[in-house]
């Protein structure tokens, strides 16, 4: 039994390319858990370094410092880019208290408000966001724009209402879902106006709306899919039933979704239906169990957070170039990885032949490939 757990392990790393068992060349993203905010710390290996939201103010800096620890695990002193999605509070809010502690160098933004946005005190918001700013860098990003991020390519696909006119390269194609029905979701207000992104890193690909409403995702994803497919979705606005319409989710068709849900905030029971329908999603991950979801919520080891109060536990996520990725519950290090490789994977059947002293490892496949012939592994 030893030999044979010993040989399928050894088995199992025939099928892993070089670049998963080495850790020096990934992408690095934390989903900090802001309880129904937003903010995402990256790292490239180029050490050029992101942030984006920064979650809500107050709650003796609560957010502050879970941030500030997701950048310490990182050894990130001092942020390259401070990226804005928005303008509400969750989003906004608290860049200034985050900015008192780790700086950043240049931030990201759409500009100014548009005509009449002043809902919810944005203009507040923006205020002091603009006053802490002062004298740095401050660039205006609109559809259509490339952020230069060292080691990262992030395209800037929707921002100020507006979306991108014409199909990234490969992308372009009828949206099957373009038809999909448009539900009744409320004032087109300041989530709108996101800056929605898609983060591509070798050949992994994510997409990162923030809180984009249906609206929008409608102009973008019909009648052609303008994006394409994605490995990795952040389900937009925390899980909210005014976002994250199948046209955009399913046309996406992510292998994964991370939903950046409080336990009160988001996570409404709709989308759930629409993540779990959506073709070739392999895992959801939560921030948070969802009190409105009930049992549609994902199994506790993809939930950051499973009780309230809760210790602000994070989701991690590291990329490969190749395209495979890791993700990681902070609360118990429950992982799935490496995800595009073993996610084609059903199961691993060894079998040892005593008298020529060789080892079969037969992978059953959900896609036959070259990955998935019978192989000869030797103990
Ligand atoms: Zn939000």
């Given at each position: 039994?030893?030999?044979?757990?010993?040989?399928?392990?050894?088995?199992?790393?025939?099928?892993?390319?070089?670049?998963?068992?080495?850790?020096?060349?990934?992408?690095?993203?934390?989903?900090?858990?802001?309880?129904?905010?937003?903010?995402?710390?990256?790292?490239?290996?180029?050490?050029?370094?992101?942030?984006?939201?920064?979650?809500?103010?107050?709650?003796?800096?609560?957010?502050?410092?879970?941030?500030?620890?997701?950048?310490?695990?990182?050894?990130?002193?001092?942020?390259?880019?401070?990226?804005?999605?928005?303008?509400?509070?969750?989003?906004?809010?608290?860049?200034?208290?985050?900015?008192?502690?780790?700086?950043?160098?240049?931030?990201?933004?759409?500009?100014?408000?548009?005509?009449?946005?002043?809902?919810?005190?944005?203009?507040?918001?923006?205020?002091?966001?603009?006053?802490?700013?002062?004298?740095?860098?401050?660039?205006?990003?609109?559809?259509?724009?490339?952020?230069?991020?060292?080691?990262?390519?992030?395209?800037?696909?929707?921002?100020?209402?507006?979306?991108?006119?014409?199909?990234?390269?490969?992308?372009?194609?009828?949206?099957?879902?373009?038809?999909?029905?448009?539900?009744?979701?409320?004032?087109?207000?300041?989530?709108?106006?996101?800056?929605?992104?898609?983060?591509?890193?070798?050949?992994?690909?994510?997409?990162?709306?923030?809180?984009?409403?249906?609206?929008?995702?409608?102009?973008?994803?019909?009648?052609?899919?303008?994006?394409?497919?994605?490995?990795?979705?952040?389900?937009?606005?925390?899980?909210?039933?005014?976002?994250?319409?199948?046209?955009?989710?399913?046309?996406?068709?992510?292998?994964?979704?991370?939903?950046?849900?409080?336990?009160?905030?988001?996570?409404?029971?709709?989308?759930?239906?629409?993540?779990?329908?959506?073709?070739?999603?392999?895992?959801?991950?939560?921030?948070?169990?969802?009190?409105?979801?009930?049992?549609?919520?994902?199994?506790?080891?993809?939930?950051?957070?499973?009780?309230?109060?809760?210790?602000?536990?994070?989701?991690?996520?590291?990329?490969?170039?190749?395209?495979?990725?890791?993700?990681?519950?902070?609360?118990?290090?429950?992982?799935?990885?490496?995800?595009?490789?073993?996610?084609n994977v059903l199961s691993l059947s060894v079998r040892w032949e005593e008298d020529s002293?060789?080892?079969?490892?037969?992978?059953?496949?959900?896609?036959?490939?070259?990955?998935?012939?019978?192989?000869?592994?030797?103990?």
């Open positions: 039994m030893k030999l044979i757990l010993k040989t399928w392990f050894a088995c199992l790393l025939t099928f892993l390319p070089p670049a998963v068992l080495s850790a020096a060349d990934t992408l690095e993203i934390t989903v900090v858990d802001t309880e129904g905010g937003k903010a995402m710390v990256m790292l490239t290996p180029d050490g050029e370094s992101m942030l984006v939201d920064a979650g809500f103010p107050g709650s003796n800096d609560r957010d502050t410092k879970r941030i500030v620890a997701a950048a310490a695990e990182l050894q990130i002193k001092q942020f390259d880019y401070i990226l804005v999605t928005h303008y509400d509070g969750d989003h906004v809010a608290n860049i200034a208290s985050v900015d008192t502690r780790i700086p950043a160098k240049v931030f990201l933004d759409r500009g100014p408000l548009q005509p009449g946005g002043n809902q919810g005190g944005i203009q507040r918001n923006m205020k002091s966001y603009l006053e802490r700013i002062g004298g740095r860098k401050r660039v205006t990003l609109k559809a259509g724009d490339e952020i230069p991020c060292k080691g990262l390519k992030v395209t800037v696909l929707t921002a100020s209402g507006e979306v991108i006119k014409k199909p990234l390269p490969g992308a372009g194609k009828p949206n099957q879902f373009a038809d999909s029905p448009q539900p009744d979701i409320g004032p087109q207000d300041e989530n709108a106006n996101c800056i929605g992104l898609l983060y591509e890193f070798g050949k992994f690909r994510m997409a990162d709306f923030a809180d984009l409403l249906q609206t929008q995702e409608f102009a973008l994803m019909t009648p052609d899919n303008l994006v394409g497919t994605v490995d990795l979705f952040m389900v937009s606005h925390h899980g909210s039933f005014r976002s994250n319409n199948q046209v955009l989710v399913h046309a996406l068709h992510p292998k994964v979704a991370i939903m950046n849900n409080g336990a009160r905030k988001g996570g409404d029971p709709v989308t759930f239906d629409t993540l779990k329908a959506s073709p070739g999603l392999l895992d959801l991950w939560q921030l948070h169990t969802s009190l409105s979801a009930k049992d549609k919520n994902a199994p506790a080891d993809f939930i950051a957070n499973t009780q309230e109060p809760c210790e602000g536990k994070a989701i991690k996520v590291s990329v490969q170039r190749n395209g495979t990725f890791t993700v990681t519950n902070m609360r118990n290090q429950f992982s799935n990885a490496p995800r595009s490789v073993k996610s002293a060789r080892v079969h490892c037969l992978l059953r496949c959900r896609q036959p490939g070259p990955s998935c012939l019978l192989s000869l592994c030797r103990s």
